[in-house]
């Protein structure tokens, strides 16, 4: 049976983020495995994420970022601008390219295309077992496998849908994304619009909505065409770029625990901020504190953000579930009242309590006490 150092369950952006950090140090030789159904596919995904500077693992030919951004609903349009942050955002396709240019050129590095059917832990070591009766062993195994399965039922999840589209005219605004914008004043779920601009003739435009139910791909798809018919009824427009996908919205995910030689990460691993669907930062903070602990022969201590910020997300989730047209308002107050850089580093639990008491203290308190009231853990 071949013996690896450590060995990946899923090769996605955790892993993948994981080995880069892992190359980057002293245990770039270790002897490493990673194993995925479909680890010769890049994923259709973009990546958007905030901070001060782009961080490291961002190729520095494929940055794009923006300092301002807007809230628009049928009635108002409301602007705000960073003021140390931006907004950066990263394709997938740059981002699996750059990494797997890294791991092509070291030898140690192993990859194997099947399903992770089970993991077996034994005493200082665990096993992996793949298809076709393949089992490999090693002394350290990082599990980012994730499907439906894994989520706690009726969670609600994030659905969205977005295409970048271009046109011959210019029609976007360029300076300024827009973080969510409502073309009407009633829906029966939460649901929105985001839009990227890249220039006045290139967006990504993507409908997105918080559902207990499954929606199919094809009645995403039907919105974004139905926006921009509305929006430019005399523009065409060609598609570019597609991406859909499903986040889980519970603070519940990942509480999968680790054992003696198998950590979760990623998503699996509760990294996704349950009120926001936000991951990418969170996992580029883990894995290099991961690596950080490998390096200094530590044993890898467990995910542990101050419970308080659990405590905001499910009474988020709470309204969410119950009174999903009171989020509208909920959002607008919460930009509207807070500073954006300071919004910002509270939505990536960056924030002290000191400045959460400020930032909530300022909204309407109506619905907090409506959702504390009938707390539950979503
Ligand atoms: C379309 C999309 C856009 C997103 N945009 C953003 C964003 O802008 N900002 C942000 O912060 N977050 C975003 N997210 C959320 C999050 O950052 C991503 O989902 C991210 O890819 C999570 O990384 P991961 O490694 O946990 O999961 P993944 O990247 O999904 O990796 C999991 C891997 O496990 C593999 N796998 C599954 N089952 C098995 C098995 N049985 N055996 C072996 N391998 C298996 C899969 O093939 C996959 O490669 C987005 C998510 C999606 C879906």
């Not at 198998?262 to 504190?289: D, N, V």
Request: proline share 5%; glycine share 2%; with cysteine.
């Amino acid at each position: 049976m071949k013996e690896y150092d450590i060995i990946f369950a899923g090769a996605g952006c955790a892993s993948l983020s994981m080995v880069y950090y892992l190359l980057e140090s002293p245990l770039r030789h270790s002897k490493i495995l990673l194993i995925d159904p479909d680890i010769n596919r890049i994923p259709s995904k973009t990546w958007c994420y905030w901070s001060e500077s782009p961080l490291e693992i961002h190729p520095s030919h494929a940055i794009h970022f923006w300092e301002n951004l807007k809230l628009s609903s049928v009635d108002q349009q409301q602007h705000y601008s960073f003021s140390k942050l931006k907004y950066f955002h990263l394709e997938s396709t740059d981002f699996y390219e750059s990494i797997w240019k890294k791991i092509n050129s070291h030898h140690t590095i192993e990859t194997l295309a099947s399903p992770v059917i089970g993991l077996e832990e034994k005493e200082n070591y665990s096993l992996v077992h793949c298809q076709k009766g393949v089992t490999v062993q090693a002394k350290t195994v990082f599990d980012s496998r994730i499907s439906d399965q894994d989520f706690p039922p009726n969670v609600l999840k994030q659905l969205f849908a977005g295409w970048v589209v271009k046109t011959e005219s210019p029609l976007f605004d360029s300076k300024s994304l827009t973080l969510m914008e409502w073309n009407q004043t009633f829906a029966e779920d939460f649901e929105f619009f985001y839009i990227l601009p890249f220039s006045d003739q290139s967006a990504l435009i993507e409908y997105t909505t918080y559902s207990k139910k499954p929606i199919s791909k094809d009645i995403l798809e039907n919105k974004i065409q139905d926006y921009l018919d509305q929006k430019f009824p005399a523009a065409n427009f060609s598609i570019t770029f597609q991406e859909s996908g499903v986040i889980p919205m519970s603070t519940q995910v990942g509480e999968i625990k680790s054992s003696k030689t198998i950590y979760p990460i990623g998503t699996r691993a509760g990294w996704t901020k349950a009120s926001t669907g936000y991951t990418f930062h969170k996992i580029q903070l883990e894995t290099k504190r991961i690596v950080s602990e490998l390096v200094q022969g530590k044993s890898i201590s467990p995910y542990n953000p101050p419970k308080r910020f659990k405590f905001y997300d499910n009474i988020l989730l709470n309204i969410a579930h119950k009174w999903p047209n009171e989020l509208v308002l909920l959002f607008k107050d919460l930009f509207q009242k807070t500073q954006t850089d300071q919004l910002f580093r509270f939505l990536n639990e960056e924030t002290s309590l000191w400045e959460e008491i400020r930032i909530l203290s300022r909204l309407r308190f109506a619905i907090f006490i409506k959702s504390l009231l009938s707390y539950e853990k979503r």
